[in-house]
C-alpha cells in the first residue's frame, strides 16, 4: 500500500511576522484557502486513504497539526523531540509504517511546498510507485525542470535513462548542492539536471535497509526507540534517544554516498515531475506563485494604494493597511506585529529577528 | 474676569489614522501625556477658574470632549451643529459668557496648536488682559516671531507702537494671508512681521460689538439664537440658526477690515508671544515638536528599525511595528488600519482618504 509521509518539521523567520515559532510556514495560508501543511495532505486524498496519511512534526507542533489535520488518524502524528533533519525523520516514519504494513511504499514530501495541479502530482507519483514496484531496490526522486539558473536550490544530475516500458526515468549521477549562478546556468545548459524537491517514493523496508547500511549509528537508535513501540515507554524513549540521532538530510547520509558509489544502475532514480512547484522560499516568493495585480502588487486582506508598486501587502482581520509611494517593500500586519520591509533582504529579516531576541521582545517570535 | 474659550471645531485629516471624522487632531495624544485639547484647558488651569473655562465644538465632538474634560463646567460644553469658521464660534460663545459676566474678557484660543511653556503662555495673556483693561477698544492679537519663511501661515504686519508704560505692542497695521516663499523670506528681513497664531484677546461686550458693525447678519443670528436662551428650545433653535450663520474666520470678517479702516492706533494691537508655538500641521511637524533618536527617526510605542532613518513611527497597545530599509516615512498603526507613507505628502494622504471614502471603506474615517 501507499503511505504518505509528510514532513512537517520546518522552522524558521522567513515569513515572519506570519510564522512564528509556535506557527511556522507549513501551518501557514500563504496560497489559496488552505494551509501548505493541509494542502500537501490534500493533494494526496483521497487517492491515498487517510490511515495511510502520517505527519512529522515538532513535538511542538502536534497541537497545531491536529487542529489543522484533524481528520487524521490517532498515532499518525509523530512528534519530533526536537529537528534533526530529515534522515531521522523519515527513518522513524518508515520504522512506524513498516511495523503494520511491511509491503508498504512510501511517498516522502515536505509539507512546505506549492504543487499543483493535483492531477499532475498524482500522475508523477503514479509513475514513481510504478518503478518501485518493478525495481523493489528503487529510491526514486522527483526531479524539477529547472526555469531558471537559481542558486538556492539542490540540482539532481541525472546519468543513465532506465530502461525497459516504464515512464522516461534516469539514474541519477550525481547531487550537486546550491551552485553558484554560472554553475547553475551551465548545469542547465546541458538538459540533465533537475532541481531536488526533496520528494521521494520507495519501500519503506528499503529505506530502513539503506539507513542500517549507510547510517548505522541512526539506525541502531532507531531500533532503541522501535524496541520500546506501543510500550507505556515509547514517548520517553523517543524524547532520549530521538536527539542523540545525528542530524543528516537523506540525500547527504543516505543517496549521495548510494549514488557516488556507482551501485546497480537504477538503484537512485530521478524522474521529471510534470507539476508546478515552488517552495515558496520568502515573502518574495508570493508575487510569482499568487500573481500581481494591475499595479504589480501582490495584495491579500483590506488594503488601499496609492502610487505603490511591486510590494507585497498582506493583513488580516479587517485591519488596513494604506500605503503610498512604496516600491518594491514586503508589508503584512498580523494582530500584534507588522513587518516593512524592502523584498528580498532576508539577511536583514534575520537580523531584525535577532534584534527583537536580544531586546527581549521574543513574545512577538 | 477672564475667561477662557477653547475653539475645538477643527476637523481634518492630517493626521489620518490617528485622527478620525469622530476624534480629529484636538482629541489626539501627540505630544506629552495628554491631547491638545486637554493641554489647551490644563495651561490656563488653575489661575483660569475651571468655571471661566468654555470649549465651542461640533456636536458629534461634545462626548469626546466631556470624556476628555470631565472637570468642565455643565453647559461649557457649546456644540455648534455646524462648522461655521472662527467668527460664529468666538460670537457664540462670547454672547454665552457676556450674559452672565458683562464685563468678562475673553481668552480666545485654537484647541490643537502646541505651546510651552505654560509659565510663557501666561505672562503673555497677562501681557494682552493688561492691554485690554487700558484700552477697553483694544482687540489684542498674540504675534509668533516667524523662525523661518513659512507659506503655510497667515503673517500679522505691525505698524506703530503702542505707547505707554504698558508691555512692548504695536498696532496691526495688515494681515497677510498665506505668502510665497520670497515675499515670506521680504516679511521677515523687515522685522515687522508675526506669523498669527489665532489666539485673541479682548473684552466679550467688544467683540460683540464688532460682530455687529462687520458682521451684521451673522450677529443677527447670534440674537435670535440668544433670544431662546435658557429656555426648552435653545438648541432647536442654535440648530436652525447656526447652520444659516455666514462661514467666515474673525479675522477676514472682523479684524481685518477693522485694522484696514485705519481705527484709532491700539484698536487691533499684536504682542509678541514669548512662548514657543507650533500648531502640529501634520505627521512630518512631530519630529520638531517631539526630538528625534540617534538614528533620526521619531518614535511611540513597540518599535523595532534596522537601517531606517528620519521616519515618524508611532503604534498603540503594545502592537509591534518592525522596519527595514526605510527612509523619510510616516508609518502609523492604530487597532484598525495602518498608514505608511512618505513624509510631507499631504496632497497624497488626502487623495488616500479621499480613496478610501469611494471604495466604501469609510468606517477607517
Same mark, same amino acid.
Given at each position: 500500500m501507499?503511505h504518505?509521509?509528510?514532513m512537517?518539521?520546518?522552522?524558521?523567520t522567513?515569513?515572519w511576522?506570519?510564522?512564528?515559532?509556535?506557527?511556522?510556514?507549513?501551518?501557514?495560508t500563504?496560497a489559496?484557502?488552505?494551509s501548505?501543511?493541509?494542502q500537501?495532505?490534500?493533494?494526496?486524498?483521497?487517492?491515498i486513504?487517510?490511515?495511510?496519511i502520517s505527519?512529522?512534526?515538532?513535538a511542538a507542533?502536534?497541537?497545531e497539526?491536529?487542529?489543522?489535520?484533524?481528520?487524521?488518524?490517532?498515532?499518525h502524528?509523530v512528534?519530533?523531540?526536537?529537528?534533526?533533519?530529515?534522515?531521522?525523520c523519515i527513518?522513524?516514519?518508515?520504522w512506524?509504517?513498516?511495523q503494520d504494513?511491511?509491503?508498504a511504499?512510501?511517498?516522502?514530501?515536505?509539507?512546505?511546498?506549492?504543487?499543483?495541479p493535483?492531477?499532475?502530482f498524482?500522475?508523477?507519483?503514479?509513475?514513481?510507485v510504478?518503478?518501485v514496484?518493478?525495481?523493489?531496490?528503487a529510491s526514486v526522486?522527483?526531479?524539477i525542470p529547472p526555469a531558471?539558473?537559481?542558486t538556492g536550490y539542490?540540482?539532481?544530475?541525472r546519468?543513465a535513462?532506465?530502461?525497459?516500458?516504464?515512464?522516461?526515468?534516469?539514474a541519477?549521477?550525481r547531487f550537486?548542492?546550491?551552485?553558484?549562478e554560472?554553475?547553475?546556468?551551465?548545469f542547465i545548459?546541458?538538459?540533465?539536471?533537475y532541481w531536488?524537491?526533496g520528494?521521494?517514493?520507495?519501500r519503506?523496508?528499503?529505506i530502513l535497509e539503506l539507513?542500517a547500511?549507510?547510517?548505522?549509528a541512526?539506525?541502531a537508535? %532507531? &531500533?532503541?526507540? !522501535? /524496541? +520500546?513501540?506501543?510500550? =507505556? @515507554?515509547?514517548e520517553?524513549?523517543?524524547?532520549?534517544?530521538?536527539s542523540?540521532?545525528?542530524?543528516?538530510?537523506i540525500?547527504?547520509?543516505? %543517496? &549521495?554516498?548510494? !549514488? /557516488? +558509489?556507482g551501485?546497480p =544502475? @537504477?538503484?537512485?532514480i530521478v524522474?521529471?515531475a510534470?507539476f508546478?512547484?515552488?517552495?515558496?522560499?520568502?515573502w518574495?516568493a508570493?508575487?510569482?506563485?499568487?500573481g500581481?495585480?494591475?499595479?504589480?502588487?501582490?495584495v491579500?486582506?483590506t488594503?488601499c494604494?496609492?502610487?505603490t508598486s511591486?510590494c507585497?501587502?498582506?493583513?488580516?482581520g479587517?485591519h488596513?493597511?494604506a500605503t503610498?509611494g512604496?516600491?518594491d517593500?514586503v508589508?503584512?500586519?498580523t494582530?500584534?506585529a507588522?513587518?516593512?520591509?524592502p523584498?528580498?533582504d532576508?539577511?536583514?529579516?534575520?537580523?531584525l529577528?535577532a534584534?527583537?531576541?536580544?531586546?527581549?521582545?521574543?513574545?512577538f517570535?
Amino acid at each position: 500500500m501507499l503511505h504518505l509521509i509528510i514532513m512537517a518539521g520546518g522552522s524558521g523567520t522567513r515569513f515572519w511576522p506570519e510564522s512564528r515559532r509556535a506557527r511556522p510556514k507549513q501551518f501557514l495560508t500563504l496560497a489559496g484557502e488552505r494551509s501548505l501543511l493541509q494542502q500537501a495532505a490534500d493533494r494526496c486524498h483521497p487517492w491515498i486513504p487517510v490511515e495511510q496519511i502520517s505527519v512529522v512534526t515538532n513535538a511542538a507542533h502536534v497541537a497545531e497539526t491536529n487542529r489543522q489535520l484533524p481528520h487524521l488518524t490517532r498515532g499518525h502524528v509523530v512528534p519530533e523531540p526536537c529537528g534533526r533533519n530529515t534522515a531521522p525523520c523519515i527513518g522513524l516514519a518508515a520504522w512506524q509504517v513498516a511495523q503494520d504494513d511491511p509491503d508498504a511504499v512510501l511517498l516522502v514530501t515536505p509539507a512546505d511546498h506549492l504543487i499543483r495541479p493535483e492531477a499532475e502530482f498524482r500522475a508523477t507519483v503514479e509513475r514513481a510507485v510504478r518503478i518501485v514496484q518493478d525495481r523493489p531496490q528503487a529510491s526514486v526522486l522527483f526531479g524539477i525542470p529547472p526555469a531558471y539558473p537559481a542558486t538556492g536550490y539542490g540540482y539532481i544530475e541525472r546519468g543513465a535513462p532506465i530502461g525497459g516500458n516504464g515512464p522516461p526515468a534516469w539514474a541519477v549521477s550525481r547531487f550537486r548542492e546550491k551552485p553558484d549562478e554560472a554553475t547553475a546556468t551551465s548545469f542547465i545548459a546541458t538538459g540533465n539536471f533537475y532541481w531536488n524537491a526533496g520528494i521521494f517514493v520507495w519501500r519503506a523496508a528499503r529505506i530502513l535497509e539503506l539507513l542500517a547500511e549507510f547510517q548505522p549509528a541512526l539506525y541502531a537508535g %532507531l &531500533e532503541r526507540i !522501535a /524496541a +520500546r513501540a506501543k510500550s =507505556a @515507554g515509547w514517548e520517553t524513549a523517543l524524547a532520549e534517544e530521538f536527539s542523540k540521532l545525528p542530524s543528516i538530510s537523506i540525500d547527504n547520509g543516505v %543517496l &549521495e554516498p548510494l !549514488a /557516488a +558509489r556507482g551501485t546497480p =544502475a @537504477g538503484s537512485v532514480i530521478v524522474i521529471p515531475a510534470s507539476f508546478e512547484w515552488d517552495d515558496v522560499g520568502s515573502w518574495q516568493a508570493l508575487p510569482k506563485v499568487l500573481g500581481t495585480d494591475a499595479a504589480g502588487n501582490t495584495v491579500a486582506g483590506t488594503t488601499c494604494q496609492i502610487d505603490t508598486s511591486g510590494c507585497v501587502i498582506r493583513t488580516t482581520g479587517d485591519h488596513l493597511v494604506a500605503t503610498i509611494g512604496l516600491k518594491d517593500f514586503v508589508v503584512v500586519h498580523t494582530p500584534d506585529a507588522t513587518l516593512i520591509a524592502p523584498q528580498g533582504d532576508e539577511a536583514a529579516l534575520r537580523k531584525l529577528v535577532a534584534l527583537l531576541e536580544e531586546r527581549g521582545h521574543s513574545r512577538f517570535l
